[in-house]
């Protein structure tokens, strides 16, 4: 039995849902707020607890985290590791890398080259200068997030999952490495670009077979 991306959405409602609330609020506030306004106003707004959190957090969205996370269900499924694995390639290292090379845009700290004094920088972050759009750790943690709300069974799950990837595209801009304009569509590719891909994934042939039921653990 075929699924349509509709179902795959209702599976996924309670990230879907809240997101959809989510970027309607990014766009107001895009609308109202100029992108040094709301760069400013983030950066503004720093402590030291925070400055030591951030870079974990952003390491969430990290492709190496989400290879680990395939790994591991390789151990217990070939199915779940291959479509994990393949919505990070459509989504993170296709799509994001080819749009961060055709806009070539810059990052804060070029962008805001003359302004640096006023800008607050996390000790001990390696500060890039180019490719700033779209954020690749967004993409990654949107992508693998509503996988995973797709995939619980207490679909629940999905609003602490939403809650967690925004907090690493929070993290993308804390640290000063992009703009909110990044972030707000690395969410949007991340999650439109899944979407298709589960959808794909549920309805190819070959993948409903047992044996991609099984993983390396499996007799």
Known sequence: MNIGIKAVLYKARFFFIPYLILIAACLIIKLNYSR??????????NWPWADSIAPYITDIGNGWTTIILAAILLLFTYRKA???MGSYVASSFIVAQALK?????PRPKLYFHNQLLR?????GTDQLSLHSFPSGHTVT????????????????????????AALVGY????????????????????????VIWIYWAENREFLKSPKWNKGLLGK
């Open 36 to 45: 040094e306004e709301i760069y400013f106003a983030v950066n503004a707004r």
């Open 101 to 105: 090379f055709a806009f070539a845009a």
């Open 119 to 123: 800008i607050h920088f996390v000790t």
């Open 82 to 84: 291959f479509i994990l």
């Open 141 to 164: 943690a949107f992508s693998t997030a509503i996988l995973i709300a797709y995939w619980s069974k207490d679909k629940f799950w999905g609003l602490p999952l939403l809650l967690l």
């Open 171 to 194: 993290s993308r801009m804390y640290l000063s490495q992009h703009f909110f304009e990044d972030v707000t569509a690395g969410s949007v590719i991340g999650v439109v670009i899944t």
